[in-house]
């Protein structure tokens, strides 16, 4: 009963606000709004090929399953001494950081992976293994002095 009562205020209110407009507002010429609009008619022939040519025509969904990508980045870094580190980051979150892995392995994954990352990774490790071999050749010969030293105080 209180839901009719509030409709009829409502309507009464609307009543009473055009009712003021009505006497405030000077007279002015009144237009039919309701009047409709004619067109000149087409032949229903006329229309087919322009909604054929607006609407084209849709693409049936694809039944194909939607791949799930995955971001995975592994960035492994090498010094000139040749120690190699990786680091894996899946999207936002660090997975691992830091990891010591060995030339040989480094090595290999790049020659699964493709021959140009292989061709490349190969170079620095290279450099690595020749640095290392003059490193021992100085060792050696440090060594061999040492050696020659300590005989002639034993003598």
């Not at 021959?115 to 290279?126: M, R, T």
């Amino acid at each position: 009963m209180r839901r009719e009562e509030d409709e009829k205020i409502v309507a009464d209110t609307l009543v009473e606000q055009e009712e003021k407009v009505d006497a405030e507002a000077p007279a002015a010429p009144v237009q039919q709004e309701d009047a409709p609009v004619t067109q000149p008619e087409q032949p229903a022939e006329a229309d087919k090929p322009a909604e054929a040519e607006a609407k084209p025509a849709k693409r049936p969904k694809s039944t194909a399953k939607k791949t799930r990508t995955v971001e995975l980045t592994l960035t492994v870094t090498g010094t000139a001494d040749g120690e190699w580190q990786a680091d894996l980051v899946h999207g936002t979150k660090r997975v691992v950081q830091g990891l010591s892995i060995s030339a040989a392995a480094v090595s290999r994954a790049a020659k699964e992976l493709h021959d140009d990352i292989a061709g490349g990774i190969d170079e620095v490790i290279e450099a690595a293994r020749a640095q290392h071999r003059t490193r021992m050749e100085e060792l050696e010969a440090e060594l061999a002095k040492v050696k020659a030293a300590l005989a002639e105080l034993s003598d």
